[in-house]
């Protein structure tokens, strides 16, 4: 579903000529996506790069200005850790519906914007990257209340629990 409302979107992407997109698919769904987005990709071969995946992905997360992802808990981590405000998509197929309620409570901090997949359309998807875009005191809220959210030291934290619990 995600493909497809990114594959939909590429003729709006024309609306942010200044904006540079990562469309990171999974190796699984990389080759049709990218032949679709070809297909509907015109005029924006320097501005949309589609990936199966990324080895480097610090280096592309501090270039991020929004992120649209899903949103389980180790990519959340890095998103908030680094201040990146993001557009997400929970999965709706993960045990107990965890993501729903990940994403949830980063859109009631004011650090993400929710999209449920069931609901997702290329033109909302579009519509919410625009307004990030375009919006820069929005953005810059989401992103100190995405700080906000992090635990950038968490590392730190851990091995000194662990150190208090084994008596070190």
């Not at 190796?27 to 990709?41: D, G, P």
């Not at 989401?142 to 590392?155: F, I, L, R, T």
Request: glycine residues 6%; charged residues 20%.
């Amino acid at each position: 579903m995600v493909n497809e409302a990114m594959i939909g979107m590429v003729p709006f992407l024309k609306k942010l000529p200044d904006v540079h997109f990562v469309y990171i698919t999974g190796q699984q769904y990389y080759e049709n996506t990218r032949k679709a987005v070809l297909q509907s990709n015109s005029g924006l071969r320097n501005h949309l790069h589609v990936l199966p995946y990324v080895n480097n992905m610090p280096e592309v997360l501090a270039a991020t200005t929004v992120a649209v992802s899903r949103a389980g808990a180790s990519s959340l981590a890095e998103l908030t850790a680094l201040g990146i405000p993001s557009i997400l998509i929970p999965s709706p197929n993960v045990t107990n519906n965890h993501q729903e309620a990940n994403a949830r409570s980063l859109e009631q901090a004011g650090a993400a914007v929710m999209l449920l997949e069931s609901r997702l359309t290329a033109e909302k998807l579009f519509h919410e990257i625009e307004q990030l875009m375009l919006h820069d005191d929005k953005r810059k809220k989401m992103s100190g209340n995405a700080k906000a959210c992090g635990q950038p030291d968490s590392a730190m934290r851990i091995v000194a629990e662990m150190k208090r619990l084994t008596g070190e």
